[in-house]
């Protein structure tokens, strides 16, 4: 019978005739020490596969916790992170803008003042044109100085936009899927607004 073609012992790397189609090794020792680290080998490979399947399921299960946290916050909580997203996105889309009632381009901060109030008219609290880039001193401080609110917002959205705002008084309670809702449109606008920019630029 010929002799089976010459290979490479994988242990030591030399050339050796293997009696089995299977042999990698010229001897017994290196057979022995090739199945030693074959088997380290496997038990490792094992051993990760464990530890990335207990990460996957510890994540899962933070997932989990989080999700269930979520659902126990009050309504006032979705209020409040959809008011923050809102307003975020008046800031930028004001960005360039003055002061909508003093008329100031410098303020230590910037605001997203609304026309009427959120307490006044919560119906309107995430209304657009209700809501514009306004200094912390005229929002904060003077009350929202909305004389000059007024005159200005006329010319930003009109007459009759202004109207409708005014007279608007029917009541609406958010509820928290609206505030989830309105909390991820309003992410997104704000993030295609600045991607148009910045491809504008």
Not at 58 to 67: C, G, V, W
Request: net charge positive.
């Amino acid at each position: 019978m010929a002799k089976a073609p010459r290979r490479k012992c994988k242990v030591c790397n030399e050339w050796f005739h293997p009696a089995f189609s299977n042999q990698w090794w010229c001897s017994p020792e290196h057979g022995t020490q090739l199945a030693l680290e074959r088997r380290s080998k496997e038990r490792e490979k094992a051993e990760k596969a464990a530890e990335k399947k207990r990460r996957r399921e510890e994540q899962k299960q933070k997932d989990k916790l989080k999700i269930r946290k979520l659902a126990l916050k009050p309504r006032s909580y979705w209020i409040k992170q959809a008011q923050q997203a809102v307003n975020a996105f008046i800031r930028e889309r004001d960005r360039d803008l003055p002061c909508i009632s003093c008329g100031t381009l410098t303020s230590a901060q910037w605001d997203a003042g609304h026309y009427r109030t959120t307490a006044a008219a919560p119906q309107l609290r995430f209304d657009e044109r209700n809501i514009h880039k306004q200094c912390v001193v005229c929002n904060q401080h003077k009350s929202g100085n909305l004389v000059p609110y007024r005159v200005e917002l006329i010319n930003r959205i009109g007459q009759e936009a202004v109207d409708e705002i005014e007279s608007n008084h029917s009541r609406h309670r958010w509820t928290v899927e609206e505030c989830r809702a309105i909390k991820a449109e309003y992410q997104q606008k704000l993030k295609d607004l600045r991607n148009s920019r910045s491809e504008a630029a």
